[in-house]
Nanobody
Framework: QVQLVQSGGGLVQAGGSLTLSCAASGRSFNSYAMGWFRQAPGKEREFVAGINWSGSTTTYADSVKGRGTISRDNAKNTVLLQMNSLKPEDMAVYFC??????????????????WGQGTPVTVSS
């Protein structure tokens, strides 16, 4: 089992950047695929980015491709999401997620078993 604690986020101006962090507790972090999702008010939670257990493979939603970077440090049990050129439509509550999987990345909500507490990101225009 793994517990996820998120940090970062907050208020950012449009065009700005931010980094979200997710710290995992528990054993065998390097056997978990990790992902970031977001949920805007009145909308369903959607996939943002995913990274495989080793960090060698990443996947991005089209909406953030070229602006987002997901990375992980297995020695520190952390995964980051860096977002650049933020837009008002990026405003949402962001969640990190984990699933015990040593294959490729995972993109479906139902693929993930563990979730962080959520971090709100507000983008001012």
């Amino acid at each position: 089992q793994v517990q996820l604690v998120q940090s970062g986020g907050g208020l950012v101006q449009a065009g700005g950047s931010l980094t979200l962090s997710c710290a995992a507790s528990g054993r065998s972090f390097n056997s978990y695929a990790m992902g970031w999702f977001r949920q805007a008010p009145g909308k369903e939670r959607e996939f943002v980015a995913g990274i495989n257990w080793s960090g060698s493979t990443t996947t991005y939603a089209d909406s953030v491709k070229g602006r987002g970077t997901i990375s992980r440090d297995n020695a520190k049990n952390t995964v980051l999401l860096q977002m650049n050129s933020l837009k008002p439509e990026d405003m949402a509550v962001y969640f990190c997620a984990a699933t015990h999987w040593v294959g490729g990345t995972k993109q479906q909500l139902s693929d993930y078993d563990y979730w962080g507490q959520g971090t709100p990101v507000t983008v001012s225009s």
